[in-house]
Every structure is written in C-alpha cells, then in structure tokens.
C-alpha cells in the first residue's frame, strides 16, 4: 500500500483548485490509513502476534527511511505549471506543513510501537509456522498468490529444480567465456567490468535505452496488440531513492500519459548493470508496461481489474513480467553470455525465493539457515538478502512465490495451446489472447485460454 500510494501520490493531476484540496485530502486520510496499521500492530501484540526479534532491526529501519522519505509528497513546481510562483509556493507550504503534522507523527507513532517493551515479548524464530494458526494461514496464501493447488512443499521442489538448470546454465556460460573459478569470483569479475558500470544517472539510462531500442524491431513478429501509451526510463525521485536496489514500474495516468521504469540514479558506480537488459524487458516491454497499459486502455474492463487491484491476480502481473524477459531471450536479444548472466541472475533469485519463503514460514528453516542459502544460490548482496527475509518472513509471507510460478503456469499454457494448435499456433495470437482480458487469476486465464483454443480448432 505505501509503494501504490507514493506512485499514485506522484502522478496525480494539481491543476484545479479542486485537484489541490484532493491531494491534500488525501494525504490526511493516508495518515489515518497509517493510525490504523499502527492500532492492528498493537491489537496483534496484545494476540500475542509480533515481530520476531531477529527482523525488528530491519523493520525499524524501514519506518524510519519510510518517515524520512515523506517529503517526496511535497510535489516540485515543475507538477504545477498552470499556478503562479505564488500559488506553486502556498501549496508547497501547505503540503510541507500537512507532512509534518500527520504523515511523519504517524510513521513515528508506528516506530514507537516496536520499542524494548515490544522485543521483550517478541519471539526468536520468524515465519508463519511459528505464530498461532500460521501454517494453516500460510497455505491459503500460497494458494492466492500462485494460483495453484501446489502444496508448500511442491513448490519448494520446484525451487530446486529450477536451481539445478540454472546452475547447469551458469556452468556453460563459464566454458563459454572459459572461466575457472567460483561463482563468487565470476561475480566479482562481472561487477569489476567497465563495460557494466556507470559513473553518471545518464550512464545507466543508456543501459536501458540500448536494451528498448534492441526489442523495438522485433516486436511486431510476437505481438499485434499494442499499447497506445509512450513509455521511457527516467530517474526516481531523490527522498525515495533510499532503500531502492534497482525501481519500479510507474503505470501512465491522465496526469502522465507515458508509463516509465523508474529507476534508483544515486551511487551508480556501486553496482552493476549487466541484467540491465532483462531487468528492463521485466519493468518495461514487453513486461509490466504492455500488460498494465494496455489494461488501463481497455475501457470495457471493470475499474479495479484496470488497475491491477485484485490480490489473486499477483501470479498473473509477476509471471508476465517474468515471461517477458525470458521471450526476449527466445528473441535472440541476450546478445553476449554476460547478459544471458544477468538474466540468469534474476532466474536464480526468483528460484530462491520459492525455497526460502516456504522454508521460513512451512518447513521450519531457521532464520540462519535462510541466510546462509540465499549467500550460497544467488550473487545477492547481504543488503539485499537482509530485505528479502523480512520480507518473506514478516512482511507479506507467499507474495514472492508469485514471480516464478507465475511464469512457469504462462509457460505450461503456451505449451499446452502450442500442442492443441500445431502449425496453428502463433505467438502474437497467443499474446493477444493472454493480455486482452487484463490480469485474470491464473485459473480463470486458463479457462479463457481453453476456450480460445476450442474456437480456434
């Protein structure tokens, strides 16, 4: 909810007079949104629900950047062109003031629940398993967030499977480039290389502009059915960057019409853009943009459906996205093995998350365990892995599993549409097909999907 409502926070119209006293409205109802989230970690406390203590430290950290990184709502003079310098100015103020009278009090107010007090009472293992009625609870939301029947421990064996190509993978791409070492040190070598860093936020737009104009000619043989809406990169705001490892997906809007990959432009030389070329077909095209646009463009679909707002149909965002960038590389586009690196990179981490989210909260894996897997199966950094176990563990148990079964339920529907249809099948039908209705849960893609095959046959 903060991610959805920062973006949104970002785009909207400040025009009108009425535009203004909207936003501003806004801004206090999301302060009371905030006492609200507040009052259910005290009433969970009280349940005897709470955080357990080896995540508290990350979670305090992450209402204090969140607290810090208001002032983003505080829009620039650039949003507001139809005001005056006087106007521009007396709503800044009138926003500044709103931040910290309602917004920041009550990320604090929040912190303040996690106190010594708290952590005295909090449990030492982390996951749903552990907390009364947990498993039952993490099961049901396996089953929302994929889609699927699988069981926990289903799908933790898909992780593995998935592990063990990608590792077979990763072997060829080192006798392809003739490397002997570890996996750490073939990491170590990409990150050192000049041809994947950048010194300036330019450098790494031209990263993503190279990856955009590469697919741009291709795109006609895969799809017929475009988006009207323009997209670009474009750096994040400063206050938000904080706590960004790469960005997000900015949907357009009536306010602006182009849908952007919003991307982290500070401290570029400390780290690596060789997955810049997969990280942008996720976010951009043919990922993220061209489902969400085209879903926002199509007006006979209900307004929630539209805006993606319907949690069952995580399986479905994710897993395009992901099967998006890895058609680019059927396309041909991954064009050296280190690019074929970086998206393997992404694979790995997604393989991960389907062990390490059903170890935490189904099979009992220690906080420790979990660490010290994630260091051994992905180039992760221990930043990275930090914020990942909070959030499987604490945050929103089973949303990660979305990514990678998503994509393997898209993939087993093209297979399944390609043997029904033989010489019949193509890919911009079979896109077309997938992206028209908006985002479906998997089970109800499926069944549209089976009955474009029938009338197709």
């Given amino acids: 909810p903060e991610n959805s409502f920062r973006s949104s926070a970002q785009s909207v119209p400040l025009d009108t007079q009425e535009d203004r006293d909207n936003y501003a409205d806004a801004l206090r109802r999301y302060a009371v949104y905030l006492g609200g989230q507040t009052d259910k970690l005290r009433e969970q406390a009280d349940r005897g629900i709470r955080v357990p203590k080896p995540a508290l430290p990350s979670a305090r950290a992450v209402v204090r950047n969140l607290t810090d990184a208001s002032v983003a709502f505080v829009p620039n003079r650039a949003r507001m062109p139809a005001l005056d310098d006087v106007q521009a100015e007396d709503f800044r103020r009138t926003v500044s003031a709103l931040v910290e009278s309602d917004i920041k009090p009550a990320f604090q107010h929040m912190g303040s629940v996690l106190d010594a007090d708290y952590e005295a009472l909090a449990p030492m293992r982390v996951g749903l398993m552990h907390q009364p009625g947990g498993l039952d609870i993490y099961r049901e939301l396996v089953a929302l967030y994929t889609g699927t029947d699988l069981s926990p421990e289903q799908i933790h064996e898909t992780g593995q499977s998935i592990l063990r190509d990608a590792r077979a993978e990763l072997e060829g791409i080192w006798t392809e480039l003739g490397f002997e070492g570890t996996k750490e040190e073939f990491a170590q070598k990409v990150d050192a290389d000049p041809r994947f860093r950048a010194e300036t936020s330019e450098d790494i737009e031209r990263f993503f502009l190279d990856a955009m104009e590469r697919i741009e000619p291709s795109l006609a043989d895969y799809f017929d059915l475009l988006p009207e809406a323009p997209y670009t990169v474009e750096r994040a705001p400063r206050a938000v960057e904080e706590g960004m490892t790469f960005g997000y997906y900015r949907p357009p809007s009536e306010r602006n019409p182009v849908g952007a ?163 019949d099948f193509n890919f911009p039908d079979f896109h077309r097909e997938v992206l028209r209705h908006g985002a479906l849960p998997i089970g109800l893609l499926e069944d549209q999907l089976d009955l474009w095959i029938e009338t197709t046959r």
Avoid: C
């Fill in 261 to 423: 990959y919003v991307y982290n432009g500070s401290d570029p030389s400390d780290r690596s853009y060789a997955n810049a070329a997969a990280l942008i077909y996720h976010e951009l095209l043919p990922g993220h943009h061209f489902q969400i646009a085209l879903a926002l463009e199509d007006e006979t679909l209900p307004l929630l459906q539209r805006g993606n707002a319907f949690v069952p149909t995580t399986a479905y965002v994710e897993g395009w996205a992901e099967y998006a960038a890895d058609l680019a590389g059927e396309m041909g586009l991954y064009q050296t093995p280190y690019e074929r690196y970086g998206r393997l990179y992404s694979k790995m981490f997604l393989a991960n998350r389907l062990m390490t989210d059903t170890g935490l909260n189904a099979l009992g894996w220690t906080l420790d365990e979990a660490r010290t897997f994630m260091r051994e199966n992905t180039f992760a950094s221990d930043a990275e892995i930090e914020s990942e176990l909070l959030r499987y563990s604490t945050d929103i148990p089973g949303q990660a599993l979305a990514y990678a079964m998503g994509q393997r339920e898209l993939l087993r529907m093209r297979s399944k549409a390609r043997s029904a249809l033989g010489e």
